[in-house]
């Protein structure tokens, strides 16, 4: 087992981080399955998710895990119940993986729970360990029973810091910025929420809000990880990991942005565009320079998954300090 | 510790002999093909035991990748004998998709003939589009493979080469619209939600031990992924273990997103990708739609029951 961080004393925002996050390098997660979210009209639903331990977890979806480029990176997953971490997009060996049938799963054998019969257990904690590949945005999820877990919020955020060190450059090389977001795409059918298995109740899937960072409706506009607000001419670097079930459109209130990189590799040149197609389980990084006043909604348009119609859309601020 | 050393897979550290595209013999040349398809109904069994009525292309001289019944592997410049015989209750014709090939509408019983010109290298999809959104919902639909004129193992003429090529025909079902189309009862295509999904005609885990769908491969190679949707809604397919080189969309170049572990195959289109494999190991290719890769909201195996593909080297 690898050495590990005590009780989230890493985890602060700093620099130009508008986001909570663990690391460089050395975590620990806790698999929890307690969490609850209040959502804007007063529901409140239960969450599974990845918490770092401490009180003041967001609980829905994981921390943030930065690690840096060419470092070997640690994750230990700490769970009594059938849960892995799957490091989505970092290429990683097979032992690390995440996917029960292959690399086995963190946890004791629960019966029918997490239809894990006949794999591997591992124990009740593993260090997931693999050297951080390119820099950029990658995604980290439970891989036991995917569809219902991950519906359940049990996903994060990894980013890969350059090589350099550097905390306002993507890559080494690449574009500098002068304030940093995530935007962690993703909805909430209630009915699954009351669920412990994939079954009868999880044959098909009909979201009735609509997030980014585990908050919808009213609640975006307030929420400093989603709101934008930066002085006129800054760049802002929104990293969008797409973790729901539906693919979504993102606009900037119809500011163009630079498309600089997706599924942690830069694109070969930037796309300017003004309105962005992410499908899930996508990553792409975008840079957005602040205009010279005034207040912009951005949306994430939820769509149907054969992509004709919007079924919800999250709309939060950028405003210009 | 090396708790990890004991996972070991019975696919991992074998060599795979060179194996491929399993639709037809490679040839040099054009030349005149004769096929018939006939469009049938069938019942289908599913992955937990199951049985959807769909409706289906079936080629009685062959057959199509993995359990679909038909598929075709042409070269560019081919001439086809196409007949199509409707064995339907209603009117069908045979599209495919982003080309003017086309019949007019076969009425049930009748048969037509279509002779065309095999189109440029790449991937398509033939479908009916005479019953809108039902055709390819029910099934009516197939993969067509078009292999560069020079007869070499690249994706077009001057294009990417590639030492072993694999086809990934993605397909959904919804049961009502089957049992509403087997009654004759009515459904509003509205409510279309799927609960099954095949990859040439199956799901997980016999992807697993089908020779045209396990992707079996060795480190080293370049392995040709054509992602073929056929179905009727998006498929984000994400790669475990490996990025890959996105070469066409539709048959058109793709120059501004190109080193993916997940893309999205939208209605309706083909994705060529080559897959550089750098790492051994057993990873699994699936649909990040999740509920894509359960069967009726189910997992049989007990990981999985739909799009799922393995990649084995
Ligand atoms: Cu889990
Ligand atoms: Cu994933």
């Known amino acids: 087992m690898g050495r590990r961080n005590n009780g989230g004393g890493t985890t602060t925002t700093s620099g130009v981080r508008t986001f909570a996050f663990e690391g460089p390098d050395i975590v620990t997660v806790r698999a929890r399955m307690d969490g609850s979210i209040n959502l804007s009209d007063g529901t409140s639903v239960r969450t599974w998710y990845f918490g770092s331990g401490f009180n003041g977890d967001r609980q829905w979806g994981g921390p943030v895990i930065e690690v840096t480029e060419g470092n070997i990176a640690e994750i230990t997953l700490f769970s009594g119940m059938p849960h892995t971490i799957h490091l989505h997009g970092l290429d990683v060996d097979q032992a690390n993986d995440g996917v029960p049938s292959t690399s086995g799963y963190v946890g004791r054998p629960m019966g029918n729970f997490g239809r894990v019969d006949g794999y591997t257990s591992l124990g009740t904690s593993y260090t997931y360990t693999f050297k951080a590949p390119h820099a950029g945005t990658y995604q980290y999820h439970c891989h036991v029973d995917t569809v219902l877990h991950y519906e359940m919020s049990m996903f994060g955020t990894i980013i890969v810091r350059p090589a350099s060190g550097s905390l306002t450059t993507i890559w080494d090389g690449g574009p500098s910025f002068d304030k940093e977001y995530v935007w962690q795409l993703g909805t909430v059918d209630p009915s699954w929420h009351t669920q412990r298995v994939s079954g009868a109740g999880t044959v098909r899937y009909n979201p009735k809000y609509f997030l980014i960072n585990g908050v919808d409706g009213s609640n975006l506009f307030n929420d400093s990880t989603v709101a934008i607000s930066a002085p006129a001419g800054q760049t802002v670097l929104i990293r969008l990991n797409q973790t729901s079930y539906q693919p979504a459109v993102v606009k900037m209130g119809g500011l163009s942005f630079d498309v600089v990189a997706s599924d942690g590799r830069p694109l070969p040149q930037p796309l300017t565009k003004t309105s962005l197609y992410i499908s899930p389980g996508e990553r792409y990084d975008i840079l957005l320079t602040m205009p010279a006043s005034g207040t912009y909604y951005a949306t994430v348009d939820y769509y149907d998954i054969k992509g004709r119609n919007v079924i919800g859309t999250a709309v939060t601020t950028i405003t210009v300090l | ?313």
């Open chain 2, 1 to 313: 510790m090396n708790r990890r050393d004991f996972i070991k897979t019975s696919l991992g550290a074998m060599a795979f002999m060179a194996s491929g595209l399993t639709l037809a013999p490679k040839r040099a040349s054009a030349a005149t093909v004769d096929i018939t398809l006939i469009a049938e109904g069938a019942q289908k069994t599913m992955v937990d035991e199951n049985t959807l009525y769909v409706w289906q292309f079936t080629d009685p001289n062959g057959k199509g990748p993995g359990v679909l019944p038909s598929g075709m592997v042409l070269l560019e410049g081919d001439t086809v004998n196409l007949t199509i015989q409707n064995n339907l209750d209603r009117p069908i014709n045979f599209t495919v998709e982003g080309t003017s090939i086309q019949t007019p509408n076969i009425n049930p019983g009748d048969s037509y003939l279509l002779t065309f010109t095999a189109p440029a290298a790449g991937s398509y999809v033939y479908c009916d589009t005479a019953n809108g959104f039902i055709g390819k919902a029910m099934g009516l639909a197939g993969p067509m493979v078009v292999m560069p004129a020079d007869g070499s193992s690249t994706l077009y003429q001057g294009g990417p080469a590639f030492d072993r090529q694999y086809t990934i025909f993605l397909q959904d079902y919804d049961d009502r619209l089957n049992a509403a189309i087997a009654n004759g009862g009515t459904y509003n295509i509205d409510d279309y939600l799927p609960n099954y999904y095949t990859v040439n005609g199956l799901s997980y885990p016999d992807t697993k031990s089908d020779g045209d769908t396990l992707i079996a491969m060795n480190v080293g190679e370049n392995v040709a992924i054509r992602l073929m949707n056929g179905g009727t809604i998006i498929y984000p397919m994400h790669f475990h273990g490996y990025h890959v080189n996105v070469i066409s969309r539709n048959r058109t170049p793709v120059t501004d997103v190109i080193d993916k572990d997940t893309i999205n195959v939208g209605v309706g289109e083909c994705v060529d990708v080559i897959l550089p494999v750098i790492q051994a190991g057993a990873y699994p290719l699936h649909t990040h739609y999740v509920p894509g890769v359960t069967a009726n909201g189910v997992y049989v195996n007990p990981y999985g029951g739909g799009l799922i593909v393995m990649l084995a080297s």
